[in-house]
């Protein structure tokens, strides 16, 4: 057990060194002329602060967390918030300054009304859940919103929510219900889409122990194709009577939608 604990700490090493050198022979000209040999010699836990700027800062970001997925779920009366980011963020970001900045560069701190703590979110990659319909009913009021204290501008590209799916008829035909989940229309659907001004991408979350089965991908394309018309005439009802300032039509037609299996979010 000693012999493979230590062969495999030895590959590992190795394999770091290995991402070191391609990464240094990446940075540019200008310090292309530092003695990459002379730094393995004398390497040490303590020429980490040797290093180029650049090939520093590298480190740091490659020591971030990568995409993480978080749950924002209703537990009376509050709001509670699970991610699994919130430790390795956290100690990056009081390791030195460096690392601080490359933690700043990429997320935010977010905060909730109803939760009284703020968790990091990187919008380029993380994914917000909203996993039943009570949070995405409470989700949608104005006083349960979150917001950033380094923007007001709504946060999330990346989406997660029980799909708004379900089979009906001899024939187990699929169709779109907006009203399925009990306390949310589809004008909540609507304001809650809305809310979110740089949405890239919607995910709906197939629950697997209602529905056992896999939805054909021509069924898919007619379920989005429903989904998106119906929150545009939602859209334009709204406009109509003047409950919203403006309204783009186009915006929902340039969101990606698919569909996942509730187990890649357990």
């Not at 990464?23 to 002329?33: D, G, T, V, Y």
């Not at 800062?57 to 995409?67: C, V, Y």
């Not at 406009?239 to 929902?252: F, H, K, L, P, S």
Request: with cysteine; proline share 4%.
């Amino acid at each position: 057990m000693p012999f493979t604990y230590f062969s495999n700490r030895i590959k590992s090493f190795g394999s770091r060194l290995r991402h070191m050198e391609t990464a240094f022979l990446h940075l540019p000209e200008r310090i292309k002329s530092f003695s990459y040999r002379k730094l393995l010699r004398n390497a040490s836990f303590t020429c980490f602060s040797n290093l180029p700027t650049e090939l520093r800062l590298m480190i740091w970001e490659s020591a971030l967390p990568g995409p993480h997925i978080i749950e924002i779920r209703y537990h009376f009366p509050s709001v509670l918030v699970y991610t699994s980011n919130t430790k390795a963020i956290a100690a990056l970001y009081y390791t030195c300054r460096e690392s601080h900045n490359a933690v700043l560069g990429c997320y935010n701190r977010y905060y909730h009304n109803s939760i009284g703590r703020f968790f990091w979110f990187d919008k380029r990659i993380d994914t917000l859940y909203i996993p039943d319909e009570m949070t995405l009913n409470r989700f949608v009021y104005p006083y349960l919103y979150v917001r950033s204290r380094a923007s007001n501008s709504h946060f999330a590209r990346n989406l997660a929510i029980l799909a708004p799916f379900e089979i009906s008829g001899p024939g187990r035909l699929y169709s779109l219900n907006l009203s399925l989940l009990r306390l949310v229309s589809a004008e909540h659907w609507y304001r809650l889409l809305m809310s979110f001004s740089d949405l890239k991408q919607i995910t709906f979350v197939w629950d697997t122990g209602l529905w056992e089965e896999k939805i054909p991908r021509a069924e898919m394309d007619r379920l989005f194709h429903e989904f998106r018309a119906k929150i545009r005439s939602v859209g334009e009802r709204f406009a109509a009577e003047q409950r919203i300032v403006a309204y783009d039509g186009t915006m929902i037609d340039n969101v990606k939608l698919r569909i996942v299996e509730d187990s890649m979010f357990s």
